[in-house]
């Protein structure tokens, strides 16, 4: 009985203990969700006014960037007002301008028609005083004009059949100089491409040796080294009783510098076998394969020349850099003749770009190898045609020693240039102080006349500019000065060829409006 009652006890206990843990977890768990649900009102209501805060920003920062932009517009619309306003300004400036200057303009032609008119009254004037003077010389010589004229005609006749006389000698000798010229031009060009006894100063480069040893090594066992050099670089190796030397002779200059270098390396280096000879020529031949092409991208910026250029045109444009012609650098004077064709264009008014270009390859036919037939002019032409150059410049190269008709301007500037280029002092091997000399006693001699004011001796000594005094030396007088300075300079001085004397008269009136 009393464990039945401990039983009912313990359930009782248990389901009064169940009840009590509901009701204090129903009572947790209500407390817990309403603070949750207070917490949410917070979070909810910061979130609000965190949404209104930020709409208000938006709003403000809205209405700032409109002012900045009405600004901004507003400001450019007054610049753009600004600008107009100038142009209208500078517009009426330049009408009010054309306006005096049409005003000054028909003014002008007024006074040139009031000139004019003066001018043939003038003319009328002296010739009625010309016939009267004529009147008066026949009455006091006797003689009527037509036979006046013909004295004048027989004493004239006479000078001129002298003068015609000496000017054929001249010719003659003129001639006889210049064919000699040409000869040596010829061979000097010949000289550059074809190999020749006669030409051993321009065709031979010594290499210094370290000790006469080394020539030992250089000939090799029973000359096996020199003839596997020579196979290699196609020049000869001269072997002879100076010390510590080795000539190299070839009349091409490209291939005798690539021998120079390659024996230089091999002496320097001291391993000289025929392997080791062949590794070295075939390692300088690409060095100056490089070194041409440097020289021609070089040259062409020298030159101011604009525009692409064929590889092999450019090779050989750099190959001149080792060619000479009478003493002077072919590539150096190729580009000088570029620079002087060039200034020469622009003075003219002719194409520059066609004349810089034509005169920077004028020489190129200079470079390619002997077996071309022809003169360098033509070959050079049909290469540069051959490398896609136009017209104009395969022209001007082919005709810049005449042996192509001119036809145009910028043909007759290239073949200009290149003799101005040649004949400049010191270019061909005439000292300086000679031609200085020659020039100072020319002008010497047309100031030694009277009424002479000035004297310039241009076109390197060929002609001679005489300025006169206008009140002492009149037309008459200024033919008979030119005929008397040009006997003088015949007289007194040596000179090749002939000097062109030019007599200038000219009256210069000015005024100052103020």
């Known amino acids: 009985m009393s464990v039945l009652w401990m039983v009912l006890g313990l359930a009782i206990g248990i389901a009064v203990g169940a009840a009590a843990g509901y009701i204090v977890c129903r009572s947790r768990t209500d407390r817990r969700l309403a603070e949750t649900r207070a917490d949410a009102r917070s979070i909810i209501e910061d979130a609000n006014r965190q949404a209104e805060t930020l709409r208000r920003e938006a709003e403000l920062a809205a209405k700032e960037a409109a002012m900045r932009i009405k600004d901004e517009a507003e400001a450019e619309v007054r610049a753009r007002r600004a600008e107009i306003s100038r142009i209208e300004e500078r517009l009426d400036n330049r009408d009010t301008a054309l306006d005096r200057r049409e005003v000054e303009l028909d003014e002008r032609r007024r006074r040139l028609s009031e000139t004019e008119d003066e001018l043939r009254r003038r003319e009328e004037s002296l010739a009625e005083r010309e016939q009267e003077q004529l009147r008066a010389l026949e009455e006091i010589s006797g003689l009527s004009r037509a036979e006046a004229e013909e004295r004048l005609f027989s004493r004239v006749e006479a000078e001129l059949e002298r003068r015609i006389g000496r000017m054929v000698r001249d010719r003659i000798s003129e001639a006889e100089e210049n064919a000699d010229l ?22 031979v480069k010594a290499v210094e040796l370290p000790s006469d040893d080394m020539k030992g090594r250089v000939i090799g ?3 096996r080294n020199i003839r596997a050099f020579e196979a290699a670089t196609g020049v000869d190796v001269i072997i002879d009783d100076t010390p510590e030397t080795v000539v190299l002779s070839c009349f091409d200059p490209v291939r005798r510098e690539v021998a120079r270098i390659a024996m230089e390396r091999l002496v320097k280096d001291g391993r000289i076998h025929p392997g080791r000879i062949e590794q070295v020529v075939a390692k300088v031949r690409k060095e100056v394969e490089k070194e041409m092409k440097a020289a021609g991208r070089q040259a062409l910026y020298d030159a101011k020349v604009s525009g692409s250029m064929h590889g092999d045109l450019l090779r050989l444009l750099g190959a001149l850099k080792y060619r000479s ?18 200034m020469m264009a622009q003075e003219l008014g002719a194409n520059v770009k066609i004349a810089r270009r034509a005169a920077l390859l004028h020489d190129v036919g200079k470079a390619i190898d002997h ?19 136009s017209d104009e410049v395969v022209r001007a190269i082919s005709a810049h ?69 206008p009140s002492e030396v009149d037309d008459r007088i200024a033919a008979k000065l030119a005929y008397d300075i040009s006997r003088k300079i015949e007289d007194e001085l040596e000179y090749p060829g002939q000097i062109k004397v030019t007599v200038i008269r000219e009256s210069r009136v000015s005024e100052v409006a103020r």
Not at 423 to 440: Q, S
């Open 221 to 223: 066992r029973e000359g």
């Open 182 to 203: 040409e000869a040596r031009r010829i061979l000097a060009t010949t000289m550059e491409r074809l190999a020749s006894d006669l030409t051993s100063e321009s065709t």
């Open 325 to 342: 012609s009478y003493g002077q650098n072919v590539l150096a004077h190729s580009v000088e003749v570029a620079n002087i064709a060039g």
């Open 371 to 389: 077996e071309a037939e022809g003169t360098h002019a033509l070959i050079g032409g049909r290469f540069a045609k051959k490398c896609g150059e």
């Open 401 to 469: 020693h005449h042996e192509v008709e001119m036809q145009t301007v910028e043909d007759v500037i290239v073949a200009t240039a290149d003799a101005v280029s040649a004949a400049r002092p010191g270019a061909r091997r005439e000292t300086t102080e000679v031609y200085l000399e020659r020039l100072r006693n020319l002008e010497d001699i047309a100031l030694s006349h009277r009424g002479v004011d000035k004297a310039y001796a241009i076109q390197a000594g060929r002609e001679i500019r005489v300025m006169v005094q």
